[in-house]
């Protein structure tokens, strides 16, 4: 299951500044912590004791991971015919003095959020937040694996959740994809350096981990508890992001998996505060790697809806905006150009603004190697832009070349309630398109470009939203009611077994319906008084060959009454018929 659960919008309040940025890894540079590795230009180094200073030693050749598919099309050098170069000089095209201001599309978030400081820091608009390295080449990541009791972290390949590949391998395998992820996306402007903590160092306990599984539960929490009693001369300096990484569980184990980004404070950091990234059970999945950090590194907001999420719904993949961008979904390393746009990986001649302008004509590329134009963002109120760029054409298309994608980017519109919302169709030479007050024709395209003519009309044209007050209802790190852990375990015999170690309620009522039906009730407590902590409810009556959810609501007050947070889960899966125990 794809799950990208991250909390940028919770996580996010408590966040703030900047680190410093770092020299690049290679032979005889400086480096923080004996023992770590790391991996650059195609060689992984270790950071050895060389005399009284640190430096990285020689280093060792790695094998390239396949670079990780994008969107753009793959171009060999003989077919870049003078057919680009033409359209790219089509003298219908605006010039650039026909343009508006680039800062007037450089547009703010209507939503912002607080940082502990105090600011407002957009996350879908500019300035970029000030903890982030947007624009920065680099940044520098250290993973420190956490094994506990039930869920390892092991070089033994035996013991590995797939396969005869262990955690390490999983480990040393997903990196170079990173970082190769970031080089792409970026085209060549960024380079991520991944250092791991040597073995001797990993974070063991004779305990189960403390990070729930369920959506919503921040894990930030249970990472301070940690470092407070347990790793007290933990260092983050050095570092503009620490990743905490658990294997990917034992053979068997379902549904252990937790991204998250995150921030907490620390005086072992350079600013008070560390930038912090979870990945619980999701070792081997390097977009979902790439995903958090487009959070803790460069402040990206979730673009899909927090709604499916918390339902344990997997978001609509037939949508444009989870097509085409990793934040919606992490199944491909795609980003919008928007969001390279936010994370300063486009320079300002690869964008170009229109506001007020009648009649435009545009050629934008999605060629990697070109400096031509990649993004037209079209103003339509502050916070609010209909933005155009550029995707492959399709064997399944009649006409061939590139086409045009269109969305739109609504910073009224929160992180989680889908902020950006891309057109799931893509429109080809010929084909035009009106939305928002704006009609735009596709005048010509070939493999690496497209003209596009953009013309402002009357018709739908987008109506600037009264600002929304700021939601006040209950977020976990705000709520009365804090949910530390839960599980949700078969018990035989068509029985299953809720614990939760929760706080601050007085009230709750826990149901079990059909996945597919929420009116095929099948257990129900009612609302019931009690304040336990840990609250365990035994589950019976459950069907088999069905899938279920389980939906858990917590009260601040007695009889239902007060604050409510509520929780659905569906990792019991389907029973199986014969004991009613979990199929494998
Ligand atoms: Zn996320």
Redesign the pocket.
């Known amino acids: 299951m794809t799950r ?3 909390l ?1 919008a919770l996580v996010m309040c408590i966040s703030l500044v900047s680190g410093p940025s770092f020299a690049a890894v290679k032979a005889g540079a400086t480096c923080t912590k004996a023992g770590v590795t790391a991996t650059a230009g195609g060689k992984k180094f270790t950071c050895i004791k060389s005399g009284s200073k640190l430096v990285w030693n020689k280093g060792v050749a790695v094998k390239k991971a396949a670079p990780a598919p994008t969107s753009s099309a793959t171009i060999s050098p003989g077919q870049k015919t003078e057919t680009r170069n033409l359209l790219s000089s089509d003298p219908r095209i605006t010039p650039v003095s026909g343009l508006t201001n680039l800062d007037i599309c450089k547009t703010e978030d209507k939503t912002p959020y607080t940082q502990a400081d105090g600011t407002l820091a957009h996350g879908n608009g500019f300035p970029r937040p000030s903890f982030t390295v947007s624009g920065k080449k680099s940044a520098k990541v250290l993973v420190v694996p956490m094994a506990f009791r039930n869920l390892p972290f092991t070089d033994d390949k035996n013991q590995a959740g797939s396969g005869s590949t262990s955690d390490l391998d999983q480990l040393n395998k997903v990196i170079p994809a990173v970082v190769e992820s970031f080089r792409t996306l970026s085209r060549n402007k960024f380079e991520i350096s991944i250092e791991v903590l040597p073995k001797s160092q990993w974070w063991v306990f004779n305990t189960d981990s403390p990070f729930s599984t369920m959506w919503g539960v921040p894990h930030a929490p249970a990472l301070q508890k940690i470092l407070d009693e347990q790793k007290k001369d933990f260092s983050f300096k050095g570092y503009d992001t620490v990743a905490f990484a658990t294997g990917n569980g034992l053979l068997g184990q379902n549904n252990l998996t937790s ?3 995150g921030f907490l404070q620390s005086k072992n950091s350079d600013t008070g505060n560390a930038s912090v990234v979870f990945m619980i059970g999701a070792l081997d999945r390097p977009i979902i790697w790439v ?2 950090f ?2 803790s590194l460069f402040g990206l907001d ?1 673009l ?1 809806p927090f709604s499916d999420a918390a339902a344990g719904r997997r978001s609509d993949r037939t949508s444009g905006t989870a097509l085409w961008d990793l ?1 919606a979904d992490s199944s491909e390393a795609n980003l919008l150009e928007w969001n390279k746009f936010l994370m300063g990986w486009l320079d300002n001649n690869e964008v170009r603004c229109i506001a007020e302008q009648k009649s435009t004509v545009h050629y934008l590329t999605n060629d990697p190697s070109s400096k031509g134009p990649k993004l037209l963002t079209v103003n339509l109120s502050p916070g609010v832009t209909l933005a155009a760029e550029v995707k492959p054409g399709s064997a399944s298309t009649v006409i061939d070349g590139s086409r045009l994608l269109l969305y739109t980017i609504n910073s009224y519109i929160e992180s989680g309630s889908e902020p950006v919302v891309a057109l799931s169709t893509l429109y080809s030479k010929g084909e035009s398109k009106s939305m928002l007050g704006w009609t735009f024709n596709v005048l010509d395209s070939d493999d690496n470009g497209l003209l596009v003519e953009a013309i402002k009309t009357d018709v739908d044209k987008f109506v600037i939203p009264s600002p929304k007050p700021r939601p006040t209802q209950s977020t976990p790190l705000t709520s009365k009611i804090k949910i530390e852990k839960s599980e949700l375990l078969s018990t035989g015999s068509f029985k299953a077994r809720a614990t939760w170690n929760v706080t601050g309620h007085e009230s709750y009522r826990l149901f079990v319906v059909a996945a597919d039906d929420a009116q095929k009730v099948f257990f129900e407590t009612g609302i019931r008084n009690s304040s336990q902590n840990p609250l365990v409810i035994e589950i019976s009556g459950l069907p088999c060959n069905r899938e279920v959810r389980v939906t858990t609501m917590f009260f601040s007050e007695k009889n239902g009454q007060g604050e409510r947070l509520v929780r659905d889960n569906r990792d019991l899966g389907i029973l199986s018929c014969e004991d009613g125990t979990k199929k494998p």
């Open positions: 990208s659960r991250v940028i991204a998250q980004a995903h958090e487009g959070h979730d899909y934040m």
